[in-house]
Structures are given as structure tokens and as C-alpha cells.
């Protein structure tokens, strides 16, 4: 893009994100970078971040947020953005600033940019899946902690969708709500009575359950571990309730299933996997002069 500012970016870059890096950098830094200090201040440098895989790119301003807090002299040179997909061996970006602090910023940013990267390629292979359908990949919150918005932002980046942010956007009533309240019917009306024109979502473990959770008026209705062929039930079902809901699939998803529960017909499918398995994008940050690197760095 040949810019030192960051990328055009998705919607929505969480309100915390200078704390989440001012955080990480506490971690890593401490009292300081006392391998950095070998290096002589007046020292400048150029480096640039290869990706060694093919994956969807998410992270640039935690990646830039990084070195503005070390040293805003730190200049950085993207060449992709947020939710751009790219092959093997792909050079990111490029760098320019004071040695020392490109050095001491340069783990901290790349774990953001290889953790989001990795959420959002994740994703965009899941949604790949449902290609055709009408149904829309939702995430969960089972996210890795202090990094929820971070993550549901590369969830869109990948092209997914947010289910809630957390406990206060949207009731869902799970089988131990039900179970202190006496019945689906009982927690849905104490949910619109405790937070009136919030969302109410229903999880649900059999057709008996759904079709108590539509008299009951649910918004939304969780279809916890269904069959497929429960799924096509449920669906046909909704379909002819006087007040449909929007349903969504959920419990162990795994990719090659995905697919099939889609053409189902559900609304969504909600998959924990996109946030809680992540395995980081192989990324490596080299200075200029250096030999060509056989590992990410340490």
C-alpha cells in the first residue's frame, strides 16, 4: 500500500486495543529490554515480516500500536490489510526506526498479529464451508482471556459473525437457568421481565424443547448436539410456528460437518474452535543484512 499508516481496516476496532498492547508490552518488557541496551541507541534499522504460510491477515494495529508505544519513531509500511488474503512467503510489511526499539517491540506485535491472523484464516475456512447456504458462521465466547474483542474482530475479518460480546448483550438460557426456574416457559418470561428488549436465546437438546422454547417466544433458539436429520425436523418445525425463530446449531462442529449441518437450513452455526484452538500463523520479523531466517523468532 506503500502508507505508514495502518491499512484500510473492518468495522469496528475494539475501544480497548491500546490497552490490550500496553498490557502485553508490561509482560514482555518489565523494568526493560536489557538485551535491546547492547545495541547502540543511535543505531537505526529496516526489517520487514514475511508470512511463511497462506492465511488471512488480521492484526496490522495491534502490530503498529505495538511500536507506537515502544517508540514512535518506529515506522511501519504495510503492504497488505486486515482480512487480506495471501499467499506463502508473502512480505507483509516493511519497518524502519531505532534498532533498539524495533527489537524490543518486534515478539510482542508479531504475537498479536500471528494470534489474529490465525483466528481469522481459521474463520474464513469455516465460512468458505457454508458457501451457497443462507447460514452464517457465528463465533462463541470461548476466547483466550483479555483478548475477546481482539478476537471477535478477526472472527469478522475472516468473515464470520459475532455471536454476543458477553453475559450483558444478549440472555441466553442455558439447561441450569432452566432447571432453577422449573421451565423454559418460566425463564423466558423472567428474562423479559429482568431485561426487557434484550435478545432472549434459548439452548435447546431435543425437538420437545424447541417447541417449547417457540411458545415460549425465544428470539433465537440453540440447537445443542443435533442430529442431522433432528436439524431438518427443527427447521420444518420453526418454519411453520406462528412466530418463527432464528436457529442455531451448535456442539462439536467440526469442518467436514459443517457443510451438511448448513443445508440444513438453521440460521447460524455457532464454533468455539475459531477462538479456542488457535495455532499461530508462521510469521518472522528479520532485519535487513541478516541472513535469511529458518525460524520465527523467540
Known amino acids: 500500500m506503500g502508507t505508514d499508516a495502518a491499512p484500510a481496516l473492518a468495522p469496528g476496532l475494539p475501544a480497548d486495543l491500546s490497552e490490550q498492547v500496553a498490557r502485553a508490552l508490561r509482560e514482555d518488557v518489565g523494568s526493560?529490554?536489557?538485551t535491546a541496551q547492547l545495541i547502540a541507541e543511535s543505531r537505526p534499522a529496516r526489517a520487514r515480516v514475511l508470512c511463511r504460510e497462506a492465511a488471512v491477515i488480521c492484526g496490522t494495529a495491534w502490530f503498529q500500536?505495538?511500536?507506537?508505544?515502544?517508540?514512535p519513531r518506529v515506522r511501519v509500511r504495510w503492504h497488505v490489510g486486515d482480512g487480506s488474503r495471501v499467499p506463502a512467503n508473502t512480505v507483509l510489511?516493511?519497518?524502519e526506526g531505532p534498532a533498539r526499539a524495533v527489537l524490543t517491540g518486534e515478539r510482542t506485535a508479531l504475537n498479536f498479529l500471528q494470534l489474529l491472523s490465525a483466528t481469522a484464516s481459521v474463520t474464513a475456512r469455516y465460512v468458505r464451508a457454508v458457501a451457497g447456504t443462507a447460514c452464517q458462521v457465528l463465533d462463541t465466547r470461548k476466547t483466550l482471556p483479555g483478548l475477546r474483542s481482539a478476537q471477535k474482530y478477526a472472527v469478522r475479518c475472516g468473515g464470520g459473525r459475532n455471536h454476543r460480546m458477553g453475559l450483558y448483550d444478549l440472555v441466553l438460557i442455558k439447561e441450569n437457568h432452566i432447571a432453577a426456574l422449573g421451565?423454559?416457559?418460566a425463564a423466558v418470561r423472567a428474562a423479559r421481565q429482568a431485561a426487557p428488549g434484550v435478545p432472549?436465546?434459548?439452548e435447546t437438546e431435543n425437538l420437545a424443547e424447541l417447541e417449547a422454547a417457540l411458545a415460549a417466544g425465544s428470539d433465537v433458539i440453540l440447537l445443542d448436539e443435533f442430529s442431522l436429520a433432528d436439524l431438518r425436523r427443527a427447521v420444518a418445525i420453526n418454519r411453520a410456528a406462528p412466530r418463527p425463530a432464528e436457529l442455531e446449531a451448535s456442539g462439536?462442529?467440526?469442518l467436514d460437518?459443517?457443510?451438511a449441518i448448513a443445508?440444513?437450513?438453521?440460521d447460524y452455526v455457532s464454533i468455539g474452535s475459531l477462538t479456542k484452538h488457535v495455532q499461530a500463523i508462521d510469521l518472522s520479523l528479520r532485519i535487513d543484512g541478516d541472513p535469511p531466517a529458518q525460524h520465527p523468532s523467540r
Open 183 to 185: 421451565s423454559i416457559g
Open 65 to 71: 500500536e505495538s511500536f507506537r508505544q515502544v517508540d
Open 252 to 254: 462439536g462442529v467440526s
Open 200 to 202: 432472549v436465546e434459548v
Open 93 to 95: 510489511c516493511e519497518i
Open 32 to 34: 526493560g529490554d536489557v
Open 257 to 259: 460437518a459443517l457443510a
Open 263 to 266: 443445508a440444513t437450513g438453521v
